[in-house]
Every structure is written in C-alpha cells, then in structure tokens.
Nanobody
Framework: QVQLVESGGGLVQPGVSLRLSCAASGFTFSNYVMRWYRQTPGKERKLVARITNTGGSTNYADSVKGRFTISRDNAKNTVYLQMNSLKPEDTAVYYC???????????????WGKGTLVTVSS
C-alpha cells in the first residue's frame, strides 16, 4: 500500500535551516509529482512546494520563494524540503502528498503522510 513518511521536523530558532524528508513506498515514485503542504491549527492545509516526477520543474508558494527548495531522489524514493532562513510564521505541521493511480478504483487517490511538526521560535 502507498505510504508517505515525513521526518526532520523540530524546534528551531529563527534564521536557521532545516531539511524535511518524505520517504515514499507502495507506488512507482519516479512516475509522480510530489508536493509539500503545511497546516497550522484552525487553518486550511496550504501548498508549499511541488516538484515534477523527474525533478525538472518546481513551484513554490510566494511565502517561501527564495528560502525553500524542494528536491527529490528517485533512486531513494524520497522527496526533500530544504528550508532556509526560517521565520516564526513557518511554524506548522508539514505534510507530504501524492496523487497516485489506483488500479482498483480506476482513478487517482490522494495520499498523505502523518506530518512532521516544525516550530520556529526564539
């Protein structure tokens, strides 16, 4: 079955860097776009970054452009989110996401990891 497992979150001070990882299994990772979302209490989950299956194209939310970098290693079935110059407003639970074809249902299914908490505070 499809699994997405995030790691790398923690409590950090403003201005420092952190790298999140998402290990994927149960599907052909190199065929799919991967996304990072984040969510704070009481608010909707928001797209942070997206990367195409080959890694050739990336997109970012305006709030993280120039500070965050999404990348992937298809040999390791892992997608990363390098977060630099962290700000308190980056505090959130970060989720890995993929829409994967499901042969049983004949459609794409939306899969999420359990998330990893990033807290930016002095």
């Amino acid at each position: 079955q499809v699994q997405l497992v995030e790691s790398g979150g923690g409590l950090v001070q403003p201005g420092v860097s952190l790298r999140l990882s998402c290990a994927a299994s149960g599907f052909t990772f190199s065929n799919y776009v991967m996304r990072w979302y984040r969510q704070t209490p009481g608010k909707e989950r928001k797209l942070v970054a997206r990367i195409t299956n080959t890694g050739g194209s990336t997109n970012y939310a305006d709030s993280v452009k120039g500070r965050f970098t999404i990348s992937r290693d298809n040999a390791k079935n892992t997608v990363y989110l390098q977060m630099n110059s962290l700000k308190p407003e980056d505090t959130a639970v970060y989720y890995c996401n993929a829409d994967v074809w499901n042969h049983e249902t004949g459609g794409y299914m939306d899969y999420w990891g359990k998330g990893t908490l990033v807290t930016v505070s002095s």
